[in-house]
Structure formats: structure tokens, C-alpha cells
């Protein structure tokens, strides 16, 4: 399985931007993907989730401002993220299959993960 995220950049705060991760290898469709990022000098921590059925998660920290939805016909997780701030300066990873979706919130779960994309926001 591999997993290939994009879509990071330099955005100023109260900017926009969309992540996409692209699965392969895999029946994408079957599994909860999730997305996680990891600030500087800090531990990776949970951003959002989609179970194969389309419940969402998100972090209290996210929440109203970011948004994951998926398309199985293109394997393909996303994640806009609005009225961004530069606290959501981080690198971006996306993750596939925590073995039971209940599980979503556990990085260590999560079976495989796509290289990370870089978000950075400007004051």
C-alpha cells in the first residue's frame, strides 16, 4: 500500500487549503483514513478521520474549520481546511486502516502512511 499526499504549502493565516491523499495497493474503499499532523518539536497528533461508511471525526481543535471527505472511485482522502492559524503549522500526514475504526484517534494504529505534506501558516 502506498499512500502520496500533496497540497501543503505557504498559505497566511485566515487562508484555505486542501489536502488530497491518493491510496494504492489497496481496496480504499473498505478502510477509515485518517489524517494527522505533527508541529514542530511536537508529537503527531489526530486531525480528522473517515470511516468506510463516511462518519467524520475531528480534533475540538479543528472542528468548524476543517472538513475530510473521501472519493473511493478515485481512492482518494481530502482535507480543507479553512480559516487557518499559524498554531496549524505542521506536517500533514494522512494514514490508512486502524485496524477497527474505533481506533481512529491512535496514530499508532494506523497500518500505513503517506510521506507528509507541509503546511505552513503565516501570521
Known amino acids: 500500500v502506498q499512500l502520496q499526499a500533496s497540497g501543503g504549502g505557504l498559505v497566511q493565516a485566515g487562508g484555505s487549503l486542501r489536502l488530497s491523499c491518493v491510496a494504492s495497493g489497496r481496496t480504499f474503499s473498505s478502510y477509515t483514513m485518517g489524517w494527522f499532523r505533527q508541529p514542530p518539536g511536537e508529537e503527531r497528533e489526530f486531525v480528522a478521520a473517515m470511516t468506510s461508511s463516511g462518519i467524520p471525526y475531528y480534533a475540538d481543535s479543528v472542528k468548524g474549520r476543517v472538513t475530510i471527505s473521501r472519493d473511493n472511485a478515485k481512492n482518494t482522502v481530502y482535507l480543507l481546511m479553512n480559516t487557518l492559524k499559524p498554531e496549524d503549522t505542521a506536517v500533514y500526514y494522512c494514514?490508512?486502516?486502524?485496524?477497527?475504526?474505533?481506533?481512529?484517534?491512535?496514530?499508532?494504529?494506523?497500518?500505513?502512511w503517506g510521506q507528509g505534506t507541509l503546511v505552513t501558516v503565516s501570521s
Open positions: 494514514a490508512l486502516d486502524p485496524g477497527n475504526y474505533l481506533y481512529y484517534r491512535d496514530p499508532k494504529k494506523y497500518r500505513y
